[in-house]
């Protein structure tokens, strides 16, 4: 069995530490390759979150392999 372990942050605290609306980034992800329900193992990357939705990586977690956690 292999186990991984990730630092992330919750869509929540993503949208609001970029100051976006969790409405749109929602719609955002709805219509991308990413897949996601009510668990908690659907992970995108922090820096790929961001591109999608045209907003820079904040300075504090530009050098963290960080992930956002799209589950609830």
Do not use: W
């Not at 979150?49 to 977690?61: F, S």
Request: aromatic residues 12%; contains cysteine; glycine residues 6%.
């Amino acid at each position: 069995m292999k186990i991984n372990t990730y630092t992330y942050v919750t869509l929540e605290d993503f949208v609001d530490a970029h100051q976006l609306d969790l409405i749109d980034v929602d719609d955002i992800l709805m219509h991308s390759k990413y897949s996601y329900g009510t668990n908690d193992d659907t992970f995108v990357g922090y820096h790929t979150l961001c591109k999608m939705c045209g907003t820079r990586p904040l300075n504090a977690y530009n050098t963290l392999d960080l992930m956002v956690s799209l589950g609830s």
